[in-house]
């Protein structure tokens, strides 16, 4: 594959591309992140002019991409999986780098994660919001980053989200005046059930995805003092359970996401201004 018909081939993703310097990893472009596009003709006019590799734009692309450097850091990040409860996660589009290590796609959350560095584990870093990342096809010397398991990008896990997503400062702002109990009510009300809505909802392949972003955010009213955490792990699991027995899904497997989530939110108190 060329890396003309690489770039293509990434855009045809619905993931934005920029020329990296021939054979090596750093942006061609002054401003790349505002450069990025899926425009054909501005690729087909780019790589008619040199041999660029080619950069996906994380954050536009909606991806947050796990970088492992073999072999310690696939071994780290295994076990930091598996102290959580999970899998090593494997089954996602995975492109093999030429020093040996690889790159994991997965689904960004909805609130953005940036880069990272040993944050995971050692020798594990990731690339969001504000980063690129060296797609298939582009070359290092004589070395090519080449797909190694062609499978569709999965959801970020719920720990991994869980891991990269910084603590929420020491001292929260107190509002200058509490919002009215009526007015809270109404508000736990409206988000209780629209979670309860998104998890019975829930396409094939984003369950996890989606049952811990709305377990983070009844947790966030569980630490306001808004909402009993019981009753919120209750409500979530109640309409998981309307995909038990669907492709593998499980109340246990709810269950460890309703978890993560809810202690993950209860650090991020919400605040109604």
Same mark, same amino acid.
Request: hydrophobic share 40%.
């Given at each position: 594959?060329?890396?003309?018909?690489?770039?293509?081939?990434?855009?045809?993703?619905?993931?934005?591309?920029?020329?990296?310097?021939?054979?090596?990893?750093?942006?061609?472009?002054?401003?790349?992140?505002?450069?990025?596009?899926?425009?054909?003709?501005?690729?087909?006019?780019?790589?008619?002019?040199?041999?660029?590799?080619?950069?996906?734009?994380?954050?536009?692309?909606?991806?947050?991409?796990?970088?492992?450097?073999?072999?310690?850091?696939?071994?780290?990040?295994?076990?930091?999986?598996?102290?959580?409860?999970?899998?090593?996660?494997?089954?996602?589009?995975?492109?093999?780098?030429?020093?040996?290590?690889?790159?994991?796609?997965?689904?960004?959350?909805?609130?953005? #994660? @940036?880069?990272? %560095? +040993?944050?995971?584990?050692?020798?594990?870093? !990731?690339?969001? =919001?504000?980063?690129?990342?060296? *797609?298939?096809?582009?070359?290092?010397?004589?070395?090519?980053?080449?797909?190694?398991?062609?499978?569709?990008?999965?959801?970020?896990?719920?720990?991994?989200?869980?891991?990269?997503?910084?603590?929420?400062?020491?001292?929260?702002?107190?509002?200058?005046?509490?919002?009215?109990?009526?007015?809270?009510?109404?508000?736990?009300?409206?988000?209780?059930?629209?979670?309860?809505?998104?998890?019975?909802?829930?396409?094939?392949?984003?369950?996890?995805?989606?049952?811990?972003?709305?377990?983070?955010? #009844? @947790?966030?009213? %569980? +630490?306001?003092?808004?909402?009993?955490?019981? !009753?919120?792990? =209750?409500?979530?699991?109640?309409? *998981?359970?309307?995909?038990?027995?669907?492709?593998?899904?499980?109340?246990?497997?709810?269950?460890?996401?309703?978890?993560?989530?809810?202690?993950?939110?209860?650090?991020?108190?919400?605040?109604?201004?």
């Amino acid at each position: 594959m060329t890396r003309y018909r690489a770039a293509l081939a990434a855009a045809a993703r619905g993931w934005p591309v920029v020329p990296l310097r021939p054979h090596g990893k750093a942006p061609a472009l002054r401003g790349w992140d505002d450069e990025a596009t899926l425009d054909r003709d501005l690729i087909r006019h780019w790589w008619s002019r040199r041999a660029y590799n080619v950069g996906i734009a994380c954050g536009p692309a909606g991806l947050l991409v796990v970088d492992i450097d073999v072999p310690h850091g696939r071994e780290a990040f295994a076990r930091r999986a598996w102290q959580h409860g999970e899998d090593d996660p494997r089954d996602t589009y995975t492109v093999a780098t030429p020093s040996g290590g690889e790159h994991r796609y997965f689904q960004a959350p909805e609130v953005p #994660l @940036g880069n990272s %560095v +040993g944050r995971i584990a050692p020798h594990v870093d !990731t690339r969001g =919001a504000g980063g690129y990342v060296v *797609a298939a096809g582009s070359l290092v010397g004589r070395d090519r980053y080449r797909v190694v398991r062609d499978a569709p990008v999965a959801p970020a896990p719920g720990w991994l989200v869980a891991v990269l997503t910084p603590e929420p400062p020491e001292d929260l702002p107190i509002p200058a005046q509490r919002p009215s109990p009526r007015r809270v009510d109404a508000y736990r009300a409206a988000v209780v059930e629209g979670e309860a809505d998104r998890v019975r909802d829930a396409r094939p392949g984003t369950r996890a995805h989606v049952v811990f972003t709305a377990a983070c955010r #009844l @947790g966030e009213l %569980v +630490g306001a003092g808004w909402l009993d955490e019981g !009753t919120a792990a =209750a409500v979530l699991l109640t309409a *998981a359970s309307h995909h038990n027995g669907v492709e593998g899904w499980s109340e246990r497997e709810a269950l460890r996401h309703v978890e993560n989530g809810l202690a993950l939110g209860r650090r991020r108190p919400r605040v109604l201004r």
